[in-house]
């Protein structure tokens, strides 16, 4: 008998779980996927030349508030959760929902979704969205690039655009804008390919892994929100938040991925208390303590400091680490700490899904989040940041909106750069995985 099944999802794990264990799949009949996190992603249709030949019309994406509405229209049998950095109690609470229904509610797993690569592969993950994930990458592919070997990264999808192309290949801005990227794509790959390394992303992670295989010697899968990877992996390291510890028994798939790890970094060791930094080792250890420990700093620089410093500014931050990640600042704050700046709070004079974005996600400090899903989100931005009465403008994300967006103040910006924090040496131990990796 034929399962007829929903995917819920936020454009990317669940679009994977698709194409790995239910296309061609005759036991199943996907009759939906849902959409949530992320803005403007649902009334799309994931296209027939992805879905195969048993969906010669595609299949439609809706709102996930329209879950129970879709169980009853189709029948549904199962519902398969595919999204992640989700708190437990909501999981549950989506799980009760499609139970009340008579349905059945259902994960997949890496055996049921993890592809074999030619190449190892080294995974980045983490414990929740902002963690930083792309800063310990930066980390690794340094040590596997002294070691005169070429990295590739794979980023965790972000479809958020044409869904029939399957494989984007970035190796220069040019192509942010052939792909026309959104701002949190950007905020992902720009880092990357400033260090001259391709990065893969899209729809189609088979597709995407024969591509990359074929120019590198090793893969660097850089995770997003706190998903596991899609690759069978080599080697797994997961980027734990010291400022958000105890999360990593709180949300899915945290815990997922600290009982995966090889190795644990704790981050932001700078910016966090002794007491946050032994709380996260802690919390890490009673679910893994097979798992290596090392301590990173993230430290950040600014490119123009002598614009924010002793002034009052906007900080623009990173968008997802403080809307669904529940940062309340980020690169952005640190910085203005260290340079002694006066934070001006953008709320009052915020306009349209920026000033929504605070009722949406009220933990926010004074910052504006660098949200630009659509050209008119992106005019929302603009006219938030060039409302507020400050000094300056610090753009804490690392996609440079001065290429996007017209800014009336002067505008620096901030990265941030990750260091060893004291013994053992996190990049001296990679140099070691690297060495039996490629033996």
Request: aromatic share 8%; charged share 25%; hydrophobic share 40%.
């Amino acid at each position: 008998m034929i399962r007829k099944a929903i995917i819920i999802g936020a454009a990317g794990r669940d679009f994977h779980n698709f194409n790995t264990y239910f296309r061609d799949n005759q036991n199943y009949n996907v009759v939906a996927f849902t959409a949530a996190q992320i803005p403007f992603i649902e009334n799309r249709t994931y296209p027939c030349e992805l879905a195969g030949n048993m969906y010669p019309h595609g299949i439609p994406i809706f709102s996930e508030d329209k879950l129970l509405e879709l169980i009853s229209e189709f029948d549904v049998d199962e519902v398969f959760f595919s999204y992640s950095d989700v708190l437990y109690e909501n999981v549950m609470h989506l799980a009760s929902k499609a139970i009340s229904t008579g349905a059945s509610f259902s994960f997949l797993g890496p055996k049921d979704t993890q592809l074999k690569s030619k190449k190892p592969v080294i995974s980045i993950l983490a414990t929740r969205t902002g963690a930083g994930k792309s800063t310990i990458s930066r980390m690794v592919i340094d040590v596997v690039r002294k070691a005169g070997l070429k990295p590739v990264v794979i980023r965790h999808p972000m479809p958020y655009g044409d869904l029939r192309v399957a494989v984007q290949h970035f190796r220069s801005y040019d192509d942010f804008k052939k792909y026309c990227i959104t701002v949190e794509e950007e905020e992902e790959y720009t880092d990357h390919i400033k260090n001259g390394v391709d990065v893969f992303a899209g729809v189609d992670y088979k597709l995407i892994l024969d591509q990359a295989e074929k120019i590198c010697d090793i893969i660097i899968w850089d995770g997003g929100n706190n998903d596991f990877s899609f690759y069978k992996s080599d080697h797994t390291i997961v980027v734990a938040d010291p400022l958000r510890a105890g999360h990593e028994t709180l949300y899915h798939p945290s815990e997922v991925n600290v009982r995966l790890a090889d190795t644990i970094v704790i981050n932001k060791v700078n910016v966090a208390s002794l007491d946050m930094v032994k709380k996260a080792e802690e919390s890490c250890m009673k679910l893994n303590n097979n798992a290596k420990m090392f301590k990173v700093n993230s430290e950040v620089v600014v490119d123009l400091p002598e614009i924010i410093r002793k002034k009052r500014i906007l900080v623009v931050e990173d968008g997802p680490s403080i809307t669904h990640g529940e940062l309340q600042g980020g690169a952005g704050v640190s910085a203005a700490k260290k340079f002694n700046c006066l934070l001006v709070d953008p709320k009052e004079t915020a306009v349209g899904s920026i000033k929504r974005s605070f009722e949406k996600y009220p933990w926010m400090g004074p910052v504006l989040p660098a949200l630009g899903y659509s050209l008119h989100q992106l005019q929302d931005l603009q006219d938030s940041i060039n409302n507020a009465d400050c000094d300056a403008v610090l753009l804490g994300t690392p996609a440079d909106l001065r290429t996007r967006i017209k800014i009336n103040k002067p505008t620096a910006k901030v990265v941030f750069n990750g260091h060893d924090a004291g013994e053992p040496k996190f990049t001296s131990y990679i140099q070691t995985i690297l060495t039996d990796l490629i033996k």
